[in-house]
């Protein structure tokens, strides 16, 4: 399927599923606020059909957003599916009229949630779902996830669901998924400065979780870092790339899902898989989170 990525692949523990390690978010193909359309729909299909293109076999999207805008412009940019590409989404969550983010927890909300992606994906089941606790909005709170991880374990035994992740969680929220369904990733905030699930990564890397960061290069606005410049300046590369190579080199079991809109932008993260880091390099980009650089813009 598609060309050939740098940066290697990755097979979820337990699983016959493989993805390149780099691969695509589709949140910003909503409009501003990842709510209702965007500007241009045409040129976010041709994005998506670039991404897929050039080797991509890892989509990150969910049916809130827009709502529902995502998935009907994957859909309209890709199906008929080709052999190989894991969708994955979430569902926890729901949009206000006013685009709102509002915690949907219950059975039926979860139900609605699943069958939204279903429909708007066209697809018979989904290959990965990850519960989006909305204990914290950007960061993971504690809370029990126990009443919606047992719905979704009830959906995969129903054949609705091939696996399930979870998102925007602790470690103790984590251990209580795991206990009710097998986990086969973790998507959570963390960046070449935003370093908190360090442990967290090398505990799933051991157990073969795959762990998918959000805001690889910083949060709505880009990492602002001297070292990352420098950086990058030195080896021809954007700072994006840097973080985004740096991500790679850190951990064996980190999955890439860096989002954009652009064409320009998508290859410039494609490329970022063949960016090769010294140990020096790598060294001085591990101060980058001593030195406070801003990582989670809210």
């Not at 709502?67 to 412009?73: A, K, S």
Request: proline share 6%; net charge negative; aromatic share 6%.
């Amino acid at each position: 399927m598609g060309g050939r990525l740098a940066g290697g692949r990755f097979a979820f523990g337990g699983t016959s599923t493989t993805v390149h390690r780099i691969g695509y978010g589709a949140m910003q193909l909503a409009g501003p606020g990842v709510f209702g359309p965007p500007r241009d729909p045409d040129a976010a299909v041709a994005v998506l059909r670039e991404a897929v293109a050039a080797g991509v076999n890892h989509i990150d999207t969910s049916d809130f957003y827009g709502p529902h805008v995502t998935n009907q412009i994957i859909r309209r940019a890709l199906h008929p599916y080709p052999e190989g590409l894991v969708i994955v989404t979430k569902v926890g969550a729901r949009r206000g009229e006013d685009g709102s983010w509002i915690p949907a927890f219950s059975r039926e909300e979860l139900r609605r949630a699943v069958h939204d992606n279903l429909r708007n994906l066209g697809r018979d089941v989904l290959d990965v779902v990850n519960f989006r606790s909305m204990h914290g909005m950007l960061e993971p709170a504690e809370g029990s996830i126990e009443e919606p991880m047992t719905v979704l374990a009830d959906f995969q035994r129903e054949g609705l669901i091939r696996h399930i992740g979870v998102s925007t969680v602790t470690a103790t929220q984590i251990e209580e998924a795991r206990r009710i369904a097998p986990i086969v990733c973790v998507q959570n905030a963390y960046n070449v400065a935003y370093r908190r699930d360090d442990v967290l990564i090398d505990e799933l890397a051991a157990e073969g979780i795959a762990y998918v960061p959000y805001f690889p290069i910083g949060g709505f606005t880009p990492l602002q870092s001297e070292t990352l410049s420098s950086v990058a300046a030195r080896l021809g590369a954007t700072p994006a790339q840097v973080a985004l190579a740096w991500l790679l080199h850190r951990s064996l079991n980190i999955l890439l899902i860096p989002g954009t809109s652009s064409l320009v932008h998508l290859r410039e993260n494609l490329d970022a898989g063949g960016l090769s880091l010294s140990p020096e390099e790598l060294a001085e980009l591990d101060g980058v989170a001593a030195s406070g650089a801003s990582a989670l813009l809210h």
